[in-house]
Nanobody
Framework: QLQACGGGLVQAGGSLRLSCTES????????VGWFRQAPGKEREFVAA????????NYADSVKGRFTISRDNAKNTVYLQMNSLKSEDTAVYYC?????????????????WGQGTLVTVSS
């Protein structure tokens, strides 16, 4: 079961690091992605990483500010978020893909975790 944590309240321009862990199965063979859903909006892709960390994808809105990484020895994927903006406010979800390469399409993700709330105050 995936578990996302690390959310909280931060001022605009600040940073947060989210973590996604899997407690019951190794996901070292799966790509992992982060998605977010803001109030009143649809869920959107944020970033994804391949099984070995060699390939990453980012939404245009977060490129240059967010960095996704993983430590398969710890069964954990991270999302480092810098230069946060008010429009980054959302519930952030991590998910494991059925494939080893990163995808932005949420339909290819088979395991989803509980979200963690990120609130950026302006």
């Amino acid at each position: 079961q995936l578990q996302a944590c690390g959310g909280g309240l931060v001022q605009a321009g600040g940073s947060l690091r989210l973590s996604c862990t899997e407690s019951k199965r190794a996901f070292s063979n799966n790509a992992v992605g982060w998605f977010r859903q803001a109030p009143g909006k649809e869920r959107e892709f944020v970033a994804a990483i391949s099984w070995n960390g060699g390939i990453t994808n980012y939404a245009d809105s977060v490129k240059g500010r967010f960095t996704i990484s993983r430590d398969n020895a710890k069964n954990t994927v991270y999302l480092q978020m810098n230069s946060l903006k008010s429009e980054d406010t959302a519930v952030y979800y991590c998910a494991a893909n059925r494939f080893a390469v990163p995808k932005s399409d949420s339909r290819s993700y088979i395991y989803w975790g509980q979200g963690t709330l990120v609130t950026v105050s302006s």
